[in-house]
Each structure stands twice: as C-alpha cells, then as structure tokens.
C-alpha cells in the first residue's frame, strides 16, 4: 500500500466536509472516554473495530508523537461524509517517517509470517485492517483515517419478521394448491 497526501488518493477528499467536530487531550494512554465520545456517531456494529483502530492511532500520537509528555497535546478531528467516517489525529511531535511502501498481508493471509507485520509494525498493521484509507500529511504529523459505512447483512427483528411472513405466504399458498 502506498501512502499520500489525503487528497491525493482519497474516494473522499477529507478537504472537502464542511462540518467537522473536535476534541483535544493532553498526552495520556487513559482513552476510553476519549475513544467513547469518538465512538458515539458511528453505528454498534462497527465499535469494537473501531475501537481497535482509533485505540492504536491514538496511542501513537501521544506516546511516539508527543512522548507522553502532558504539555503536549492530541487533537482528533472528526466528521460523517459521503457514507464515510474521518478522523484526523494531529500530534506535536517530531512527526512520523512514514514509509515508502508497507507490506501489511491483507486478512486473507495467515498472520504465521510475523515478519511481514512486524516489517510495517503491528500498529500500521491494525490501521490498515481496520480503515478503508490510512495517510499521513507531508510533516508525519497527522494521520487520515477513513471508514466507509457499508450496509450490515446483519437483519434487524422487523426485517426478520417480514421474511418469515414472506416465507410463510409463499408455502401456505404452495402447500393449498397441492392439496
């Protein structure tokens, strides 16, 4: 996977949401009420990925951007756009060398060749399982995160109520005629 500038390569350029929301924490790995608030817009079955991603962006920024120092300060920024969800996580560090290139397998692969996760390192390798775009800016100090909003196949109880009836019209009716 290549990295860029987020416009470059992005389905939906980051530059283009005009309503984006803010949050700003001094250098801590205490983030469960900061992950809770950036959770809370996206839909519950998507959470515990999430949490994952944003988890490893998160602690990156403040303990290898900002070395944990607590003068030092994490900023998210974060918006629904175009049936995505961004978030921008900007630290105040020395910034990230990112990589040319990064040989993460994809999630088909088997994660027995620890040394294709370790070549990337197991935090870009969690970032790239868990988001549809990962970028860096130009100063490595800020990273673009991205997930689309698919539809879930997950069907709700009215959805599966209205099946079964499907269903069951279709073989009363069967069921009638043969008889």
Known sequence: M???APEESSIVSSASIKR???LSFTSTLYLRPILDALLEPTPDLLHDELRLGLQEALVNA???GNHLDPHKVVSVRHARAKGYYWWIVTDQGEGFKQPRA??????????ADASLVSDCG???YILHQVFDQVRWSENGKEIHLAKQLRRSPVMTPGF???LIE???RRWSSVTVRSA
């Open 122 to 124: 197991r935090g870009l």
């Open 160 to 162: 599966f109520i209205r």
């Open 2 to 4: 290549m990295y860029a």
């Open 20 to 22: 984006w929301e803010s």
């Open 166 to 168: 499907s269903w069951w």
């Open 102 to 111: 990064c040989p993460c397998p994809s999630v088909d692969m088997s994660l």
């Open 62 to 64: 403040a303990k290898h």
